[in-house]
């Protein structure tokens, strides 16, 4: 039973039941860490105009390759440069505006569509429910990666082709959970007495039913959310995601292989900034996960 089922079931006031699974989360050690990480990146993405001392995308050809201030480099520019000259940690904070966009952008429009087509074939039957799950059958059967790439290479490279690529294999996730939650739901009896009292199907499906599907959707969403991340940058680092010379962490990885040996700042810190940003989000989303569902509060 979903946590919004269970606050019907036992008359706890909505309130009640956000109190109770904001609880249930900082109790969790993981799910605060990973919150805490989450929230330090937005942080450095919503100040990145102000934190970052240089343009992430001028070039300075008298600072080449110039290292970490820790290894004798300059405090103007604290983390290295790039083999451009660029400073790495402008690129940084402003490559954490563009991958947190892709994933806002590509899981909001995933979730709405997969919760949409989840709730239509949980609810409306099986003919509707066999020609939207053999779609997402379809799609599933496809790998992730693969499938990202046939699409951009059909829209072409581009940030927002990128973006509807990872959504096109980002949906399937949604719509089998928003599916199986409605399955769980459709028949309890606050949907019947829903409608016996003469609310219709629209009324039903979105005010009755989605609201007590939301939990597990939360939960698929942060997961989501690293997952997207993760597929900007591999389309980033093959040069099909966001294009030069925009600061993006999959296209920085790219760039900066050849410099693997000679410079390996230019490597790690793009590859350290993908790395805490997918850990916070799968954190928090099993702190979620576990401060959401009643049967793993117990």
Do not use: K
């Amino acid at each position: 039973m979903s946590q919004a089922a269970a606050t019907r079931a036992s008359g706890e006031p909505v309130p009640g039941a956000l109190r109770a699974a904001w609880n249930g989360l900082r109790a969790s050690r993981s799910g605060m860490l990973g919150l805490g990480l989450c929230l330090a990146l937005g942080l450095a993405a919503a100040g990145a105009p102000w934190l970052a001392v240089h343009s992430p995308i001028v070039a300075d050809p008298y600072s080449v390759l110039r290292a970490p201030v820790w290894l004798g480099g300059s405090w103007s520019h604290v983390l290295g440069t790039d083999g451009l000259g660029r400073d790495l940690l402008s690129r940084l904070l402003w490559g954490a505006r563009v991958s947190l966009a892709i994933g806002m952008l590509a899981v909001t429009l995933s979730l709405l569509v997969g919760t949409l087509l989840g709730l239509l074939a949980g609810y409306c039957g099986r003919a509707v429910d066999t020609l939207i799950m053999r779609g997402v059958d379809i799609v599933l059967a496809l790998p992730s990666l693969l499938l990202a790439i046939a699409v951009v290479a059909v829209l072409g490279p581009g940030l927002l082709d990128a973006v509807a690529a990872i959504v096109v294999v980002s949906i399937p996730g949604y719509v089998r959970q928003a599916r199986a939650a409605v399955l769980a739901e459709r028949e309890r009896e606050y949907v019947l007495a829903a409608r016996l009292a003469g609310a219709g199907h629209a009324r039903v499906l979105l005010l009755t039913l989605l609201p007590n599907c939301l939990a597990p959707l939360i939960v698929q969403a942060t997961l989501g959310f690293s997952n997207a991340i993760l597929d900007a940058a591999a389309l980033g680092f093959l040069g099909l995601g966001a294009q030069p010379p925009t600061p993006e962490w999959g296209s920085m990885l790219a760039d900066a292989m050849q410099f693997v040996q000679s410079a390996w700042w230019v490597v790690t810190f793009p590859g350290l900034a993908i790395l805490l940003t997918v850990l916070g989000f799968n954190l928090l989303g099993d702190g979620l996960r576990d401060a959401l569902d009643p049967r793993l509060r117990r």
